[in-house]
């Protein structure tokens, strides 16, 4: 079977190897850069037909159009074409609704893609689309269409409100029917209809029935049996919250806080990102990623952070968007904008593909999260700081922030012999100094000048220690004669703009040290190998990785920012001992450069 996938892969070889290395992409773009890379995917997977090709396999190649994804894809592309001004989108989506009218069944179901069965999930998502297009269009085609599929939900619905007879898994509840619920709840609106809402409602009550007391729901698995992946796990919220958003009623956004509050500490407290399935204890089983679940969840977050005003659904939303903008591929033709299902690309959802909904609730999350125009080393920063507060690296960086090491000993030396050129009273700014362990260690030698910390971790308000990061520094212009920053631009991604606020705050003449891994060195060349074997800091996915620079490197950039290097030597740690003090296997650059 391996040989059989393989020979039927040979024909897209090269988009596989492309795909499989933009895994490790690290050049992540303005929102607006990655909205449009969505609408350009849609117009491009778009069939003649009207329908959305359902997805492009590296084994299969390019699917038909998918009548459940092209319904719920229909809203995504107005709000495309309004966020864009382009009107290419709502025509777009315009003829997917002629498409879908032509698909209907006779007895008002929609049905899959394998089968061509009823499926009231499927119905659902087209429900969606119709009502959308009602809205827009005013066409009682679109309406009549909705009121046929609602109709048939009703007459299929078991008598405890569950739909089990023409689901994926006849004779097995589904509560991620939540989102077809959802849809029914709106087309009662829209055709003043009370039977559609009271089968919604029934249907939502015996869901919330299936939520356990640490807000899982029982029955959300893609596979009855297996552990559910993030893609269900939030349908089933999302259905919860459209029923809010529709009708107001607080119960059901109650529920979608109970369900939402665990997977947000487990992200924001052990997980970085929600990882592809959990079980019921809200453990992972799965490390992979689930990208339409990831995407999805951006999306819920948000909603959430609106509804309730509390910006830390907002933090974890932008987590999870920062992760999949660095997935969303940028080559030519089918690859121009898509998104795999798995990180691996190979992982146990939907493996090798690039599925149409990875795109959709992408595009949804960001057109969310536009309007708060972060840009992008703010999200890179943010993430960053996350990876730290984990302390992913075992602990070690907290470990090493309170004390000195020899190393670090003679490090502050270095720097010890350029404080004594200073002046009494001088400033002094330790960028990025953790607990201030350097900043204690050399105040005390040079108790006449003036020392301040700025690190983007700290309390603010903690004595010396400022909260701030190299990209904003809480001082005026021209404010300190003397920087040091030790290991912390390596973390940073737009380091022009870095570099560009120290010169901001340094004073005209003034002095920086520069002190950071060297790339030529053996911990340089083994580093990938540590990403790829999880011993390192940042995931071997993760959107941003430290940046190690050569000697020339530096003086190039700091050349270009204003600065002129008067010094730049290497610094090895004395803790080295014969093979890997011969391999350079832990060197340093240490720089000083002056304001010209």
């Known amino acids: 079977m391996r040989f059989k996938t393989l020979f039927y892969m040979l024909p897209h070889a090269g988009k596989f190897f492309h795909t499989v290395c933009a895994m490790r992409n690290q050049k992540i773009l303005p929102t607006r850069e990655h909205l449009k890379l969505s609408g350009e995917w849609f117009l491009g997977a778009q069939e003649k037909s009207g329908g959305y090709a359902a997805s492009f396999s590296f084994v299969h190649g390019l699917s038909h159009a998918y009548i459940e994804t092209t319904g719920y894809i229909i809203p995504t592309m107005f709000d495309l074409a309004a966020a864009l001004g382009d009107g290419r989108f709502r025509e777009s989506a315009l003829r997917a609704g002629e ?98 809402r009271e089968a919604a409602v029934k249907f939502l009550r015996w869901a919330a ?21 993030l893609h269900t796990l939030v349908y089933v919220l999302e259905g919860f919250l459209m029923a809010y958003q529709y009708t107001g009623e607080r119960e059901w956004l109650e529920i979608v806080l109970k369900g939402a509050e665990p997977l947000r500490k487990a992200q924001m407290e052990r997980d970085l990102v929600p990882r592809s399935q959990y079980n019921a204890r809200w453990e992972v089983t799965n490390q992979e990623k689930c990208i339409p679940g990831l995407a999805q969840w951006a999306g819920l977050c948000l909603a959430l952070s609106e509804i309730t005003s509390d910006t830390a659904w907002r933090d974890a939303a932008q987590l999870a968007i920062y992760y999949v903008k660095s997935k969303q591929l940028r080559g030519d033709g089918i690859l121009h904008g898509a998104l795999p299902a798995s990180v691996p690309l190979w992982g146990y959802y939907q493996p090798m593909m690039l599925p149409n909904w990875a795109v959709k609730f992408f595009a949804d999350a960001l057109l969310l999260y536009d309007k708060y125009g972060f840009p992008v080393y703010q999200e890179q920063e943010a993430w960053s700081k996350k990876c730290f507060e984990l302390q992913i690296d075992d602990g070690a960086w907290k470990h090493h922030s309170t004390r000195l090491g020899p190393l670090d000993e003679i490090i502050c030396a270095e ?88 010169r901001r705050v340094l004073k005209p003449g003034g002095t920086v040290i520069i002190a950071d891994r060297d790339k030529l060195s053996g911990r340089g060349l083994v580093k990938p190998w540590h990403e790829l074997t999880g011993r390192w800091m940042y995931p071997w996915d993760s959107p941003f990785r430290e940046r190690w620079y050569f000697a020339s490197e530096w003086k190039r950039m700091l050349s270009q920012t204003g600065f002129c290097v008067k010094a730049c030597r290497h610094v090895l740690n004395p803790k080295e001992h014969g093979w890997r003090q011969l391999a350079l296997m832990n060197r340093f650059l240490l720089l000083e450069a002056k304001e010209s």
């Open 415 to 502: 720097i010890a012999e350029s404080l004594k050129k200073l002046g009494e009273g001088m400033m002094v700014l330790d960028l990025g100094c953790g607990e201030g362990r350097y900043l204690k260690h050399l105040a005390t030698q040079f108790p006449k000048l003036k020392f301040i910390g700025v690190d983007p971790l700290v309390e603010a308000g903690m004595g010396q220690i400022r909260r701030g990061s190299a990209y904003q520094i809480p001082l005026e212009d021209g404010s300190v004669e003397f920087i040091y920053t030790w290991a912390v631009l390596q973390h940073v991604g737009d380091l022009s703009r870095a570099l560009g606020e120290i």
């Open 209 to 229: 029935s299936r939520q356990q007391a640490n807000g899982f729901f029982l029955n959300c698995e893609l596979i009855p049996g297996a552990d559910p992946v």
């Open 99 to 196: 498409w879908l009218l032509s698909v209907q069944q006779a007895d008002g179901s929609f049905p899959d893609i394998d089968r061509a069965t009823p499926q009231v999930f499927d119905t659902g998502q087209v429900m969606l689309g119709l009502n959308r297009l009602y809205r827009e269009t005013k066409s009682q085609a679109y309406l009549e269409a909705a009121r046929r599929a609602a109709d048939w939900l009703v007459r299929v619905q078991d008598a405890d409100g569950s739909w089990t007879t023409a689901g994926y898994h006849p004779g097995d509840p589904c509560v991620y029917l939540s989102r077809t619920a959802a849809a029914m709840l709106d087309t009662a609106h829209l055709a003043d209809e009370p039977r559609f």
